[in-house]
Nanobody, 129 residues
Framework: EVNLVESGGGSVQPGNSLRLSCSVSGLMSERYSMAWFRQIPEMPREGVAGIYSGVSRPNYLDSVKGRFTISISQDNTKITAFLQMNNLRPEDTATYYC????????????????????WGQGAQVTVSS
């Protein structure tokens, strides 16, 4: 069974930083993708950042380029994905979800939520003065 557990959300003022973590267990595939999505009420989930096994360059939503960084660490069968969010803006306010796929999706597919089988529980990020 694959489990994703998120941590690190919170409330900050504009310009500040937060780091989200996603601990993944049970994902046994050598090829995989990890991504962060965000969602505000009554809107579809939006891909924020994606990273893939065997591919060094991650992908980002245009509005977060230069501010957000996705990374992963792996220790045996446990994967941890991070989303470092700097210079946060009020429009970054959303519930953030980590997602995992047992495929290496790449640049063309990473932002489509339907390609991800496994999801975290969500972490609220609120940016407000």
């Amino acid at each position: 069974e694959v489990n994703l557990v998120e941590s690190g959300g919170g409330s900050v003022q504009p310009g500040n930083s937060l780091r989200l973590s996603c601990s993944v267990s049970g994902l046994m595939s050598e090829r995989y993708s990890m991504a962060w999505f965000r969602q505000i009420p009554e809107m579809p989930r939006e891909g924020v950042a994606g990273i893939y096994s065997g591919v060094s360059r991650p992908n980002y939503l245009d509005s977060v380029k230069g501010r957000f960084t996705i990374s992963i660490s792996q220790d045996n069968t446990k994967i941890t994905a991070f989303l470092q969010m700097n210079n946060l803006r009020p429009e970054d306010t959303a519930t953030y979800y980590c997602a995992a796929s047992d495929k290496s999706l790449g640049e063309r597919s990473w932002s489509y939520s339907s390609f991800y089988t496994y999801w975290g529980q969500g972490a609220q990020v609120t940016v407000s003065s």
